[in-house]
């Protein structure tokens, strides 16, 4: 029941979290003639905007389909994309903001003379412009349901606020990245409402390696290689960075949203070209070549280095027998590891897992059981693959959510 501190408002919504779903759902509601409310705990909004991708912000992917999404309902994300699609993200980003994009690989989008600062700022005045407040500093303590809406506690400067509403969206995030404010505020009120919460994990993360692999991996630390990464049925090309803890880069954190603790990764060290093939076409030439030289060519020279401890990389290539030769084949195109562990939420770019997507309305993002309250964004169980894509996702459900409010 509504105290008498309560502050019975005319927002249509209260937004709590001011990230990329947070503020796009405001701007949205905004354009709709709505009027919406954010509370933002940080003391600006926009935090993991303004560091995602070195502070240049890789907004959208081209190619974003279901297919680069986890979920454990692989069709949720559907109806979201096809109300906002990634031409519309394009097209709001540039109507907007004066923002054009760039594609730099992979269908990866990147303002072109902009920094990620200036989409927060793009979202701030919009959201100024349609009467949209934003109060940062402004943590909230409870969210109650009672007979005309919902009663929300929140402490900002040492003062508790109380207000009600219709509608709260939760745009809170994921647990990842706990230095810019990120908690599991977002999964503890979906489980106060009797909501089901899947599994959450550290995704899109580097790997560790310990015991006695550890010191191999720690000489090569700096190294990049472009490889193919396989764990199950599901494998990634990209670079691969090995660190004095293990594995990192692209193709690493890609596979970490699939790999679970137990389960080895294998590793082409040679996607595109086949080494038995190299070395023969090699041998035919100069078969007094070392596999060290050859392999030298292909990689950089510390690292070849580093194979010795695997391969007879003193010989020539004349001189390698069929063992030799199947040893180099299965090392090269098949190196298995067995990593330790993750580095956790404070490494990790997003949170696999969430709100379960059985729990809402794919078109709307609002409780099934729950009328008018809403979740979007990286709290939902819908993770997406490295490349701008979790952006896209953030866009659209915000988007989405503004619809219904």
């Given at each position: 029941m509504a105290t008498n501190l309560t502050k019975h408002t005319d927002y249509d919504a209260v937004i709590i979290g001011g990230g990329a779903c947070g503020l796009m759902c405001a701007a949205q509601a905004g354009l709709l003639g709505k009027r919406t409310l954010i509370l933002e705990k940080n003391s600006s909004p926009g935090a993991k905007i303004i560091i995602s991708g070195g502070g240049r912000c890789n907004?959208?992917?081209?190619?974003?389909?279901?297919?680069?999404?986890i979920s454990e309902n692989a069709h949720f994300c559907k109806s979201a994309f096809s109300q906002f699609t990634v031409a519309d993200t394009i097209s709001f980003f540039e109507v907007y903001g004066g923002i054009h994009g760039k594609e730099k690989t992979l269908g990866q989008l990147f303002?072109?003379?902009?920094?990620?600062?200036?989409?927060?700022?793009?979202?701030?005045?919009?959201?100024?412009?349609?009467?949209?407040?934003i109060r940062c500093e402004a943590t909230v303590k409870s969210i109650d349901k009672n007979s005309i809406g919902f009663e929300i506690s929140y402490l900002q400067n040492g003062k508790e606020e109380i207000i009600q509403t219709s509608k709260v969206v939760?745009?809170?995030?994921?647990?990842?990245?706990?230095?810019?404010?990120?908690?599991?505020?977002?999964?503890?009120?979906?489980?106060?409402?009797g909501l089901q919460i899947t599994q959450t994990a550290p995704a899109l993360v580097p790997l560790t390696i310990t015991g006695k692999e550890q010191q191999w991996y720690g000489q090569l630390s700096g190294s990049s290689v472009f490889c193919k990464v396989i764990c199950g049925e599901t494998s990634f090309e990209e670079n691969i960075l090995f660190t004095h803890w293990g594995l990192s880069g692209p193709a690493i954190l890609q596979i970490s949203s699939y790999w679970k603790p137990g389960l080895a990764i294998e590793i082409d060290l040679l996607p595109?070209?086949?080494?038995?093939?190299?070395?023969?076409?090699?041998?035919?030439?100069?078969?007094?070549?070392?596999?060290?030289?050859?392999?030298?060519?292909?990689?950089?020279?510390?690292?070849?280095?580093?194979?010795?401890?695997?391969?007879?990389?003193?010989?020539?290539?004349?001189?390698?027998?069929?063992?030799?030769?199947?040893?180099?084949?299965?090392l090269i195109h098949h190196f298995k590891t067995k990593p330790a562990g993750d580095k956790g939420y404070d490494k990790a770019e997003v949170m696999r897992g969430g709100v379960s997507t059985w729990e809402l309305s794919s078109k709307t993002l609002e409780a099934k059981n729950v009328p008018g309250l809403f979740f979007g964004g990286e709290c939902v169980d819908v993770t997406g693959w490295l490349g701008g894509y979790n952006f896209?996702?953030?866009?659209?459900?915000?988007?989405?959510?503004?619809?219904?409010?």
């Open positions: 907004y959208t992917n081209l190619n974003t389909s279901a297919h680069q999404f303002p072109e003379n902009n920094k990620a600062k200036d989409i927060v700022k793009m979202f701030t005045d919009l959201c100024a412009d349609t009467g949209q407040e939760i745009a809170t995030g994921g647990l990842p990245i706990a230095k810019i404010g990120a908690t599991d505020f977002g999964l503890k009120i979906a489980r106060q409402f595109q070209k086949n080494i038995l093939g190299l070395i023969e076409a090699e041998r035919q030439l100069n078969g007094k070549k070392q596999m060290l030289t050859l392999l030298s060519g292909l990689y950089t020279r510390k690292f070849a280095e580093a194979l010795m401890l695997f391969l007879p990389l003193e010989k020539n290539l004349a001189s390698l027998s069929k063992a030799d030769l199947q040893k180099t084949e299965q896209q996702w953030a866009w659209a459900s915000g988007f989405v959510i503004a619809q219904g409010l």
